[in-house]
């Protein structure tokens, strides 16, 4: 059973930056971050894979949002810059050991949440 711990939310205005931190306690191939909104459908924000490092990202984040890891921390990150309002929402940290058709990580674990609110 892998455990995952978020760190980082919090509220910002628009264009500001957040940093979320995720500790794991186990390997799994791949690790990634989800949001849901109020609403709205949990959606896969951006993955990586453990090994090679690749990345990939939700359109809608690309160039905004990086994904990385510190391997000697058991650590995830995901780095936020230029926050929208839209981009509000419930933050999970998850780990997997597959990927799906779209490039992002099938979870097998989550972690609690962390919320993330951007005022305009």
């Known amino acids: 059973q892998v455990q995952l711990v978020e760190f980082g939310g919090g509220s910002v205005q628009a264009g500001g930056s957040l940093r979320l931190s995720c500790v794991t306690s186990?390997?799994?191939?791949?690790m990634a971050w989800f949001r849901q909104a109020p609403g709205k459908e949990r959606e896969g924000v951006a993955s990586?894979?453990?090994?090679?490092?690749?990345?990939y990202y939700v359109d809608s984040v690309k160039g905004r949002f990086t994904i990385s890891r510190d391997v000697a921390k058991n650590t995830l990150y995901l780095q936020m810059n230029s926050l929208k309002p839209g981009d509000t929402a419930m933050y999970y940290c998850?780990?997997?050991?597959?990927?799906?058709?779209?490039?992002?990580?099938?979870?097998?674990?989550w972690g609690q949440g962390t919320q993330v609110t951007v005022s305009s």
């Open positions: 998850a780990a997997g050991d597959r990927m799906g058709g779209s490039g992002h990580c099938v979870p097998g674990y």
């Open positions: 990586i894979w453990t090994g090679r490092g690749n990345t």
């Open positions: 186990g390997y799994t191939y791949c």
